[in-house]
């Protein structure tokens, strides 16, 4: 079992940054990939960014592509999201993921484990 709590979301006018955290427990022994999804209201899940175990491989959807920067520190078990340039399309509840593979993955189905999420509000 693995767990994962994210952390840092909160309430950004549009054009400001924020940081997200997300830290992994558990069965860590294994290398994985991490990705960050996010689920507006009233819309279905979608991927945002994923790192492979090593950090040299990322892939980003088209959306934030050029503003949202995705890297993680093993020694801690942590992967962040770095947002900036926040849009109120942005405005979601963001989640983390791990995958027990060595590929960078986007299908939600590939990852295995997910944390509770955490509120990214952009206000225009």
């Known amino acids: 079992q693995v767990q994962l709590v994210e952390s840092g979301g909160g309430l950004v006018q549009a054009g400001g940054s924020l940081r997200l955290s997300c830290a992994a427990s558990?069965?860590?022994?294994?290398?994985?990939?991490m990705a960050w999804f996010r689920q507006a209201p009233g819309k279905e899940r979608e991927f945002v960014a994923t790192?492979?175990?090593?950090?040299?491989?990322?892939y980003y959807a088209d959306s934030v592509k050029g503003r949202f920067t995705i890297s993680r520190d093993n020694g801690k078990n942590t992967v962040y999201l770095q947002m900036n340039s926040l849009k109120p399309e942005d405005t979601a509840v963001y989640y983390c993921?791990?995958?027990?593979?060595?590929?960078?993955?986007?299908?939600?189905?590939?990852?295995?484990?997910w944390g509770q999420g955490t509120q990214v509000t952009v206000s225009s």
């Open positions: 558990g069965r860590t022994d294994r290398s994985y990939t």
């Open positions: 790192i492979n175990w090593s950090g040299g491989r990322t």
């Open positions: 993921a791990v995958a027990f593979t060595s590929r960078v993955v986007v299908a939600g189905q590939d990852y295995a484990y």
